[in-house]
């Protein structure tokens, strides 16, 4: 069963933190690599960051330094943490497994995501 809950978004200013949390299936989680996403008004779905089963991580360049993704293995989740956040952060954020050797989800299927919003 897929099963990707997001949670922890919300409205805050600029340079303040948030922490999203995701919830997912152990079908989905154990033993793969999982991700963050986010979508804005108007734009496609981008990939934020990245963590293996193994803890490495990636990012994309405009949250580098500023994002951190961990995950809990006992708990099958994935937790973003966001501090510094800018206006341009402002999107609903998903979770989903991501394809080993891509910045690509796996599933086509996506969770309801959480809202972000940066005021400036």
């Known amino acids: 069963q897929v099963q990707l809950v997001e949670s922890g978004g919300g409205l805050v200013q600029a340079g303040g933190s948030l922490i999203l949390s995701c919830a997912a299936s152990a079908s989905i989680f154990s033993r793969n690599s999982m991700a963050w996403y986010r979508q804005a008004p108007g734009k496609q779905r981008e990939f934020v960051a990245g963590?293996?089963?193994?803890?490495?991580?990636a990012y994309a360049e405009s949250v580098k330094g500023r994002f951190t993704i961990s995950r809990d293995n006992a708990k099958n989740m994935v937790i973003l943490q966001m501090n510094s956040l800018k206006p341009e952060d402002t999107a609903v954020y998903y979770c989903?497994?991501?394809?080993?050797?891509?910045?690509?989800?796996?599933?086509?299927?996506w969770g309801q995501g959480t809202q972000v919003t940066v005021s400036s």
């Open positions: 963590i293996s089963s193994g803890g490495n991580t």
């Open positions: 989903n497994r991501k394809r080993d050797g891509s910045y690509s989800p796996y599933y086509d299927y």
